[in-house]
Antibody
Framework: QVQLVESGGGLVKPGGSLRLSCAAS????????MSWIRQAPGKGLEWVSY????????YYADSVKGRFTISRDSANNLLYLQMDSLRADDTAVYYC?????????????WGQGTMVTVSS | SSELTQDPAVSVALGQTVRITCHGD??????AGWYQQKPGQAPVLVIY???KRPSGIPDRFSGSSSGNTASLTITGAQAEDEADYYC??????????FGTGTKVTVL
């Protein structure tokens, strides 16, 4: 079935780096825009980054701009989030999500999430 | 501003109707997406576009929009509808934005 599976989360010290991956299956990955969305413990959803189908249009939330880099490997159905200069307030569950082809706004498929903890 | 604001919490009696609202400037340009999130689970899209439901979403969920306000209505709320609900839209420069979230309690 259509699925997104994140990996790469873990415990990292402030100032450290981590790379998250999201493996897509059972759909034509290159046809969909993708995003990373995070949720701090006990908090709401926060959109982090967007990448277009071809990877030529990229957006970042102000809170991560200059520190995080989104990319995609459509040949292998993979989405990435390179996170550098991590801070305690980056601690969250990180979800990858597929953009709906019927909406410029909605995300119709979500992964199960991967936890990132930034702590010394 | 690209912020989306929601009431923090609402309650509804079993079988009754509840409406959740989402306010933001960007909603005058885009139809909101609505998501249901239960504890420990990933969000699930329940409404998108002009009142469209993904496959598998019960027809008791419906959406509407007027000006800068989007609404999600649950008609005949069930116990399994108790969850957090989030709206989303696109703000300035193509960025996406999520609402502050509403906790729905079914009494």
């Amino acid at each position: 079935q259509v699925q997104l599976v994140e990996s790469g989360g873990g415990l990292v010290k402030p100032g450290g780096s981590l790379r998250l991956s999201c493996a897509a299956s059972a759909f034509t990955f290159s046809d969909y825009y993708m995003s990373w969305i995070r949720q701090a413990p006990g908090k709401g959803l926060e959109w982090v980054s967007y990448i277009s189908t071809g990877g030529d249009t990229i957006y970042y939330a102000d809170s991560v701009k200059g520190r995080f880099t989104i990319s995609r490997d459509s040949a292998n159905n993979l989405l990435y989030l390179q996170m550098d200069s991590l801070r305690a307030d980056d601690t969250a569950v990180y979800y990858c999500a597929r953009g709906s082809r019927q909406s410029q706004v909605a995300f119709d498929i979500w992964g199960q999430g991967t936890m990132v903890t930034v702590s010394s | 501003s690209s912020e989306l604001t929601q009431d923090p919490a609402v309650s509804v009696a079993l079988g009754q109707t509840v409406r959740i609202t989402c306010h933001g400037d960007s909603l005058s340009n885009y139809y909101a997406g609505w998501y249901q999130q239960k504890p420990g689970q990933a969000p699930v899209l329940v409404i998108y576009g002009k009142n469209k439901r993904p496959s598998g979403i019960p027809d008791r969920f419906s959406g509407s929009s007027s000006g800068n306000t989007a609404s999600l209505t649950i008609t005949g709320a069930q116990a399994e509808d108790e969850a957090d609900y989030y709206c989303n839209s696109r703000g300035s420069s193509g960025h996406h934005v999520f609402g502050t979230g509403t906790k729905v309690t079914v009494l």
